[in-house]
């Protein structure tokens, strides 16, 4: 079964910078869609960026052109680096994996459909 797990996650101040790590127990880029969400106090889980199998990526508004997801095929690990970060930004951060049946066109940054997660690892930005 796979198995994730997240770090990384640190307070910093407003407009600072972190890169948040999920181990992968296996090799899974290929067949899984895989992502990075996020959980803020008070609002439903969010998506924040994804790679699809062909190692496409999306990102959720909240992300695009601060954040980045990036992957290391040798070592099972996916990133994302997080800049400019923002008070609205703090909550906890999962990452999260599903395996990409034959069906679907694109993998989503819908959370309902991923069913292997993370145990979350704390982000808190203050100003």
């Known amino acids: 079964q796979v198995q994730l797990a997240e770090s990384g996650g640190d307070s910093v101040l407003d407009g600072g910078s972190l890169r948040l790590s999920c181990n992968i127990s296996?090799?899974?880029?290929?067949?899984?869609?895989v992502g990075w969400f996020r959980q803020v106090p008070g609002k439903e889980r969010e998506g924040v960026a994804g790679f699809d199998t062909d190692g496409s990526t999306t990102y959720g508004d909240s992300a695009k052109g601060r954040f980045t997801i990036s992957r290391d095929h040798d070592n099972n690990v996916l990133y994302l680096q997080m800049n400019n970060l923002k008070p609205e930004d703090t909550g906890m951060y999962y990452c999260a994996a599903s395996f990409k049946l034959r069906w679907q066109p694109k993998c989503t940054l819908e959370p309902a459909v991923y069913n292997r997660w993370g145990q979350g690892t704390q982000v808190t930005v203050s100003s």
């Open positions: 296996e090799y899974i880029f290929t067949s899984y869609c």
